[in-house]
């Protein structure tokens, strides 16, 4: 409360400086919110302008499948991250580990075949255990834009099922010098949460600068059943964004970015099976981007944009196994293993840069092209502390051996690209017949260091670097691939207020470094990468339609995507050599091949219907199925069919109120080892005030109660070992905005 006390007085004094120096009250980009328009108009019409396919253009003019989220969605619903309200979304499902590292899953695939970009720069980081959507302040967010399905080849590798683009808030030139801020203040009641996030945004015609930062806390999250252990958190984030104009149509841009998370529990994770317990000691990324645009170059070069940034992701874990092993000697004595303690560390470090022209080539065509140039740096290593008891047949000790043991569970390694894009989009027929054809080409490389098991062990106090069991698991090399995507979609007007969509593509995803390199040791058999594997290949198609009418808007699409040259594990065995004497041997593995070729199709839809003034109804559904066509089994990580109805009611100057109940039906589609799920309904409730103004300054009210019921169901998604058998129950929430 401390800190939130330091932001409100802070924001007195700003707003009090403001009013001395510059005479005037400036309302911000920021402050123009989606609440204005929101009250405004009781459903969108497709008028939100998006920039993902690399050129501004509103949703109704495209004819990509997009769901788009702004900041006004987080605001008035509980967000405990940005997977929550995106999980609202037709066709998009929530998976997590916990309640703070949250994933989605988009039309069937999860985030290993999605593209991550937090303001167009993309977040790569292990697929085990991403957290990437959670090292985000929901607070600081504008909007999300994602695409649903593989209808861009304007990223590259990865975005076989779409791309989830966050865009964070930003300041803005102005005609006149201006300050303004906000403080933004919630509490949640399902784990105590507490958070604030402050901003301050200061510019004038030829410059701006914005910086926000965010503390949060949380305690372990009630569930319908009882505490869910190990589900606390603890975040802290900075940013700093800032832009000049040295002259006239050309802008420089730049923004550091500090997110930061302590004692963050995870008590779900296929990374950490059985009874273990790990905790995210320390997580967090760091990026800093920047920009330089000019615009009106020539009547065809309508704009030059470079960009280059570096992201740093640190990922601290400490674990503990909470299993014993006892195995009888030789001798009859017993040695009984304990690990005490794992601490695995991963660094991954990611820079890159773009070139993008735009070329206005006739008054309805334009050209995009460009040069797309990034590299991923990992480093990897793990500390495990284990006790090794002799007990003679009556169990008593008789010597004790306390061991660590260094590991580096992947060589240090590293994964590159290197892209040339396209994109043309074409008006014909008087607009009614909107075309855009993309393509991409790229080089692939991956290389490693020598890797190996084992790096040095310490047995009572006494270290040896050069264990005779040392085994050598990956053999330095590199390796390199070429691929190709492409996508066309046509966006035909049938009326001025709606439109069909068909969408076709290929996409390709190189595979990740641990795919490639992983060397997980789990005893008795290993689970080993393959640098050699192939990318693997998808084709899509989309058809779609809409309707855009000021008291009735509807979205619905139908899918299918064929992917080949999936990635799996299967069984086998892994020829090692150690690397006193050579001496070669096998022991069992799963190891990652090219062998799957699998179908996804489904189909989902959203609409909303403005029934009298401000009283809105809405809908919406989405269905999946995935079938791995190879083995002629059901692919694992398929959302259920999930929906979601609601009432909101907006009274001009007062605020609204809405009631949503979302539902699931029971999942018994599952792959080898997933466990079936049943249906359920939750319901929610909202509301929130429209803006208070208070002079120079304004309030704005947000409140809610999640699981109105406090049932208890199970989400599919959820990876799990059986500790997340149940989600968050009852939660209240409220949150309040001061503007300045």
Not at 184 to 208: D, M, P, Q, R, V
Not at 220 to 245: A, C, R, W, Y
Not at 249 to 271: C, L, M, R, W
Not at 547 to 562: D, E, L, M, S, V
Request: one cysteine or more; glycine letters at 10%.
């Amino acid at each position: 409360m401390n800190k939130n006390r330091i932001c409100f007085f802070t924001a007195i004094l700003i707003t009090v400086f403001s009013s001395v120096v510059y005479g005037q009250t400036y309302v911000s980009q920021e402050n123009e919110t989606d609440s204005a328009s929101f009250f405004s108009s009781p459903i969108p019409l497709g008028e939100i302008v998006v920039s993902s396919l690399r050129v501004n253009r509103h949703v109704k003019e495209l004819p990509t499948s997009l769901a788009v989220v702004g900041a006004y969605d987080y605001q008035r619903q509980s967000a405990f991250t940005l997977s929550h309200v995106l999980a609202g979304e037709p066709g998009i499902s929530m998976g997590s580990d916990g309640v703070w590292a949250t994933n989605i899953n988009i039309r069937g695939l999860s985030e290993k075949r999605l593209v991550t970009l937090i303001d167009g720069n993309r977040v790569e980081t292990a697929t085990d255990l991403t957290a990437s959507l959670s090292m985000v302040d929901v607070n600081d967010i504008r909007r999300v834009e994602v695409i649903k399905g593989a209808q861009s080849s304007l990223y590259g590798t990865g975005a076989m099922g779409g791309i989830v683009n966050i865009i964070t808030k930003d300041g803005s030139f102005a005609g006149k010098p201006y300050l303004s801020a906000n403080i933004i203040s919630g509490y949640a009641s399902a784990n105590n949460l507490f958070n604030g996030h402050a901003a301050i945004n200061t510019g004038s015609e030829k410059w701006y600068l914005r910086i926000s930062g965010a503390y949060s806390n949380a305690n372990d999250i009630q569930t319908p059943e009882g505490v869910l252990p190990n589900s606390g958190f603890t975040t802290n984030n900075i940013k700093v964004k800032s832009g000049f104009k040295p002259f006239a149509s050309h802008v420089f841009k730049i923004q550091y970015q500090h997110n930061h998370a302590t004692d963050v529990g995870i008590p779900g994770g296929a990374a950490f099976p059985g009874p273990a317990e790990a905790t995210y000691t320390d997580i967090g990324r760091d990026l800093l981007d920047a920009s330089y645009e000019i615009t009106d170059i020539t009547n065809k070069l309508a704009s030059l944009k470079m960009n280059f940034f570096t992201q740093y992701i640190l990922r601290d874990v400490a674990m503990k196994p909470n299993t014993v092993k006892e195995t009888t000697l030789p001798d009859g004595n017993i040695q009984r293993t304990t690990p005490e303690l794992f601490t695995p560390t991963g660094i991954h470090l990611t820079n890159g840069g773009q070139v993008q022209s735009t070329w206005n080539i006739s008054g309805n065509n334009t050209l995009i092209a460009g040069i797309d140039v990034w590299a991923r740096k990992l480093t990897t290593d793990r500390e495990k502390y284990i006790t090794i008891d002799i007990l003679n047949p009556e169990e008593e000790i008789i010597k004790t051996n306390n061991v660590e043991r260094g590991e580096t569970p992947i060589p240090e390694s590293m994964f590159g690209s290197a892209g040339l894009f396209l994109q043309d989009e074409t008006r014909l027929l008087n607009d009614k017949l909107t075309l855009i054809v993309g393509g991409r080409t790229d080089g692939i490389w991956i290389k490693n260091k020598q890797g190996y098991d084992v790096d040095y062990l310490i047995v009572n106090g006494n270290r040896d670097d050069s264990p005779p069991t040392r085994r050598i698991t990956f053999e330095e090399r590199s390796e390199h691939n070429y691929s190709w995507s492409a996508n066309a979609g046509l966006l035909y007007k049938l009326l001025n207020d709606m439109d069909v969509s068909l969408n076709f593509a290929r996409s390709f995803r190189a595979p990740s470094l641990e795919e490639s390199y992983k060397y997980i040791d789990l005893g008795n058999f290993v689970r080993l990468g393959d640098p050699s594997l192939d990318p693997e290949s998808g084709y899509s198609a989309d058809l779609g339609l809409r309707i855009w009418k000021p008291k009735f808007t509807f979205q619905a699409g139908a899918y299918a995507n064929r992917l080949t040259n999936m990635i799996i594990e299967t069984p086998g065995e892994f020829v090692y050599t150690l690397t006193s004497g050579g001496v070669t041997d096998t022991v069992p593995a799963l190891i990652n091949t090219n062998v799957s070729k699998a179908l996804l199709y489904g189909a989902d839809f959203k609409l909303q219907y403005n029934v009298y003034r401000g009283l809105v109804l809405f809908c919406s559904m989405s269905y999946t199925l995935g079938r791995d066509t190879e083995a002629g089994e059901n692919l694992p990580q398929i959302p259920p069919l999930k929906g979601q109805m609601g009432v909101r009611y907006t009274y001009p100057g007062i605020g609204s109120a809405e009631i949503t109940v979302t539902g699931a039906s029971k999942q018994d589609k599952i792959a080898e080892g997933e466990l079936e799920t049943d249906g359920y309904t939750r319901t929610d409730l909202a509301f929130n005030s429209t803006k208070i103004n208070l002079g120079p300054s304004g309030l704005q009210f947000f409140a809610g109660i999640d699981n109105l019921t406090n049932i208890s169901y199970t989400n599919h998604l959820t990876t799990n070992r059986g500790e997340i058998s149940v989600e968050p129950g009852r939660n209240v929430y409220l949150r309040l905005k001061i503007s300045f």
